[in-house]
């Protein structure tokens, strides 16, 4: 079955660091393609998608390119703030059938100043 | 305007008793999930709903699980019977139909089996 792969936290930075979250993925054909945030004491957010391939998700200075030859969708921004601390989940949406989401087990960023 | 709500926020109970979980999808929004977070397993999905459409059942991990949608809005996800397994926080969404379409999710239930 479909299956996403993140790495594996917690990542800490120091504010303006660079950020990168790996996230692979599996499936049939091709799937859309999404970042969510889970900000401390909040629900879960839509960060970004991506819904063919070479397409790129961007927002609040994250982005992340719809790459199907890597089978990957990593997440990055050039300089974190401490407000960017969270979980982070990287999930698809396989293509036909149920709309459901298929999400990565998280990655928790805590960015200090 | 409104976003997904959940009810209750918490919720405590012992071994062997059912529980009821209520979810209220944003105006609108003809598809419904429902997601359990739990530490061992991480973010899984349990069943979706979509306008009149026969309900995906295909995350239920035990018949003790069940949920209904009544008149294509409030959802209600029951457990019978709950274990200690049962522990997790269990997560409603709701979206307009389509594939691209974002799914937007409310703050969830904590549900602490004893």
């Known amino acids: 079955g479909d299956s996403v792969t993140q790495m594996e936290g917690p990542v800490t930075l120091s504010e303006e660091a660079f950020l990168t979250i790996n996230c692979t993925y599996t499936a049939t054909g091709y799937p859309s393609l999404f970042w969510y945030v889970q900000y401390p004491g909040e629900g879960l957010q839509l960060l970004l998608k991506?819904?063919?391939?070479?397409d790129k998700g961007s927002n609040k200075g994250f982005e992340a390119t719809y790459r199907k030859e890597t089978t990957s969708f990593h997440l990055e921004k050039g300089s974190v703030q401490v407000s960017d601390s969270a979980v982070y989940f990287c999930a698809l949406m396989g293509q036909g059938g149920s709309e459901k989401l298929v999400f990565g087990k998280g990655t928790k960023l805590t960015v200090n100043p | 305007g409104a976003g997904v709500s959940q009810s209750p926020s918490n919720k405590v109970t012992e071994k062997g008793k059912d529980v009821e979980l209520r979810c209220d999808p944003i105006?609108?929004?003809?598809?419904l999930y429902w997601y359990r977070q739990s530490l061992g397993q991480g973010l899984e999905f349990l069943i979706y709903f979509q306008g009149n459409s026969a309900p995906d059942k295909s995350g239920l991990p035990s018949d003790r699980f069940s949920a209904e949608r009544t008149g294509g809005s409030v959802s209600t996800l029951t457990i019978q019977r709950t274990q200690q397994e049962d522990s997790a926080v269990y997560l409603c969404?709701?979206?307009?139909?389509?594939?691209?379409?974002?799914?937007?999710f409310g703050d969830g239930t904590r549900l602490s089996i004893l």
């Open positions: 969404a709701s979206s307009l139909r389509g594939s691209n379409q974002p799914q937007h």
């Open positions: 105006s609108g929004h003809t598809a």
């Open positions: 991506a819904t063919k391939a070479d």
